[in-house]
DNA sequence: CCTACCGATCGGTAGG
DNA sequence: CCTACCGATCGGTAGG
């Protein structure tokens, strides 16, 4: 029985799997699930068997990744760190997820527009609280001196699409480690942020 | 006849436009010819009158915004600015693109992967280039000490992946005007970028 | 610019 | 997990 449980429920995960990197190269609404299938390697009806419809199969990875983002914002609000070094943690977290759960990531960030309801909704609520608190340790840190007093919104948004950009680099075959990104990254947004 | 030049040449740019804004909202392949036909305010049959296919419309949007940023790298390059300037030129083009021509900008951006051969190759071949000579400014700038010795490929990706973000706020209802975000961003990058 | 229609493909189901 | 198949919808065409 337990077996059983582990063998679907790790045919389900690798078709998330597979179904991520489709969607995140051709888009979910390109991707038909004969296509899905054939990569799966079983016959476009048999994925039902693990799934309960397309809309599901993006729910899944959505909501799993914004999850992952969710926790970690929520034990950094707890944490007792510089509002500097919450926002430096904050870009080293995002850039992490964008390298190693790449196709996930990208899925969220590209696809969530194909969410049904009430799925969408939910996901627009999430994501306008973590930018609403984003937002506030940007402006905390601007009232304790340690940021510039630029708007907490620009802040935010280019930090979170300054991340977006790195799927670009991911494809692409440029002779830089994860680890220089990221310090790149860091330094080009943290020096921008910080009062000088 | 110039007369019905005109008038074809007309609706055809309404038949872009409306496709642009459904493109952007919706994604090339979840948008039908019927979606669009409707909001043209004629029959799906009618719309072959004015477009040879839904891949042309694709073809058309991003070539002619492509074209747009071409032209203004072109002259930046050939004027004698410090490369600081021109990073921050470039920064503002690019911020007014997003916000005066949102629907082609963002379409571009986001849809280019949906244009079929050989406008997908092409397209990747100029999206190439423009980063390459935009990596060369920055490059020119560090040798010249304006800037940081920050990786050039980093910079260029954060750059055109900040304006990205900026899709977003043209969505929502914040309470800053385009002027304030331009000068925001500016304020950012170049303060990350520039040598202290 | 429309009506009428084409073959292809879509997400998904029935039944075994 | 498969074969066989459903109704709906797709991009696009013929003919007027």
Redesign the interface.
Known sequence: MATVRRKNASKKDFILLRASAMFR??????TSMRDLAEMVGIEAASLYNHIQSKSEILQEIIFRMANDCNVHLEELESSNLSSIKKIESLIRFHVQMMISKCDDYTVMI?EW??LSEPYLTNFNIQRHQYVVKMERIVADGFQQKEM?G??P???V??I???????E??HRSS?K?TPK??ED??V???????KK?
């Open positions: 190269e051709k888009g979910f609404s390109a590209n527009m194909h510039k630029i708007s919104y620009v802040a948004l280019t979170l699409s300054s991340v977006r950009g790195l670009f680099w440029q830089i220089e990104i790149n990254m330094n080009l947004l943290i020096s921008g942020l000088n």
